[in-house]
């Protein structure tokens, strides 16, 4: 009898938070069909919701480049320059997208982190991520991703820092949250004095849905490193091109200055 897997708890799990969506690209010619240790990538497999499209000359050639234009795509070609430019040469991809239809664990997320690992090691060059707007070449996934073995929400989401019209203020803002079918954060107009307790508050919302809580509209802000007297609300929509999903919008109250 196969080992059991562990279980990717999700210990605050309710009902009503929303359904999580997964979106990976991997770029290279991929032997889907090769056959995956259970136990070695810790995944049974594909979830349930998920489907695997591979592309390449033979069919819709044009997939795999539509994935190297923009901004991301220029950031990695300076950042990985080696990397990008056997990436650029690639005419397949491999694309995993879908709804996991049981998201009560997170056992979803540890058999796609396996499955995704198994393809980069069958063929694949970089993985992909749009939600975190990411590439990640394959070792850096397998140690940041892989090799933990456990969740670690804020492994897969990102905190972006943006400036505001008043150059004293910022705005943070995440993405990748979708994954856990919760959403994204909004933080506007932060000043200095507040940049540290408002990546806590990130941190602790990415990591208090990831894991399954709800939050409910109007929460206030609750947290010894900011004052008192935030407030949460639910914003947004799935079409956002800022998150590429809802968000909560927090308001908070500025200490005088």
């Known amino acids: 009898m196969a080992a059991e897997l562990k279980t990717w708890e999700r210990p605050h799990f309710a009902d009503g938070g929303g359904t999580p969506f997964l979106f990976y690209v991997l770029l290279g010619?991929?032997?889907a069909a090769a056959p995956m240790?259970?136990?070695?990538?810790?995944?049974s497999g594909i979830p349930d919701g998920v489907e695997v499209l591979?592309?390449?000359p033979g069919g819709h050639p044009g997939v795999a480049a539509s994935f190297r234009e923009g901004y991301l795509w220029d950031q990695f070609l300076a950042d990985e320059p080696e990397l990008a430019e056997v990436v650029a040469q690639c005419e397949h991809c491999t694309i995993l997208r879908g709804e996991p239809t049981d998201s009560t664990t997170l056992n979803y997320l540890r058999d796609i982190v396996g499955m995704i690992t198994f393809l980069a090691e069958n063929g694949g060059h970089v993985i992909y991520d749009p939600f975190m707007f990411r590439w990640w070449p394959i070792k850096d996934w397998k140690e940041q991703i892989f090799e933990p073995a456990e969740a670690f929400p804020l492994r897969h989401t990102v905190t972006l820092v943006s400036?505001?019209?008043?150059?004293s203020l910022k705005w943070f803002h995440t993405r990748g949250m979708r994954k856990f079918g919760r959403p994204d954060i909004s933080v506007h107009n932060v000043p200095a004095e507040l940049e540290a307790g408002v990546?806590?508050?990130c941190n602790r919302l990415i990591e208090?849905?990831?894991y399954g809580k709800v939050i409910l509209d109007g929460q206030s802000v609750s947290t010894a490193s900011l004052p008192g007297g935030g407030v949460i609300r639910h914003a947004?929509?799935?079409d956002d091109p800022d998150f590429n999903n809802v968000h909560l919008d927090i308001t908070l109250r500025h200490p005088a200055r």
């Open 54 to 56: 591979q592309y390449g």
């Open 236 to 238: 947004g929509d799935l």
């Open 29 to 31: 010619d991929i032997n």
């Open 163 to 167: 400036a505001e019209d008043d150059p």
């Open 37 to 43: 240790s259970r136990s070695k990538y810790r995944s």
């Open 199 to 201: 990546t806590d508050l």
């Open 208 to 210: 208090f849905q990831a």
